[in-house]
């Protein structure tokens, strides 16, 4: 809880955990658009590296596609073949990433479902509203879409420990 002066606000204790985490450093966030290529799905991979050392904890992933689709949060343990870059420290200022952003565009899906979801045309959809799920080297959690030939909008938001 937040004591201010002569006032008390309720503040989840999640929340309070991603503001320390935040402050130290520690928290990333980076998104993409993977354009819609013929044949072949649009795929967005948050990927811990192999050798990094670090646990990645993701807060939240959202995605969007430009036609009503089914959106899928997918599991898939090795780095999709393009590197977007790191993520960008939400201290502003601070060190990067070890995390990566990566994409592809394959014929068949990546990876394993963990769950879809329906979206209309442009609309946004926060998958794992709070701690989604926790990554150790050499694991990745990916967004994908479901139709062929359609561009998809990613955002991955992280802590590294």
Avoid: K
């Avoid at 201010?4 to 980076?30: D, K, L």
């Avoid at 994409?103 to 959809?125: F, K, M, R, Y």
């Amino acid at each position: 809880m937040r004591i201010g002066y002569g006032t008390s606000v309720t503040v989840p204790s999640q929340q309070e955990r991603w503001f320390s985490e935040m402050r130290a450093g520690r928290t990333f966030g980076r998104g993409a658009i993977i354009a819609g290529v013929a044949a072949t799905f649009a795929q967005c991979q948050l990927f811990n590296p192999v050798a990094s050392g670090i646990t990645v904890l993701v807060y939240r992933a959202a995605g969007s596609s430009v036609a009503a689709d089914t959106m899928q949060v997918r599991q898939h343990n090795t780095a999709l073949a393009t590197l977007i870059g790191s993520g960008f420290n939400l201290l502003s200022g601070a060190a990067a990433s070890v995390a990566e952003i990566r994409s592809s565009n394959p014929a068949a899906q990546d990876g394993t479902i963990i769950g879809p979801q329906q979206v209309l045309a442009t609309t946004t959809l926060s998958l794992g509203e709070v701690w989604m799920t926790e990554l150790g080297p050499g694991e990745g959690l990916l967004v994908a879409n479901n139709t062929l030939n359609t561009t998809t909008v990613v955002n991955f938001f992280w802590n590294e420990a």
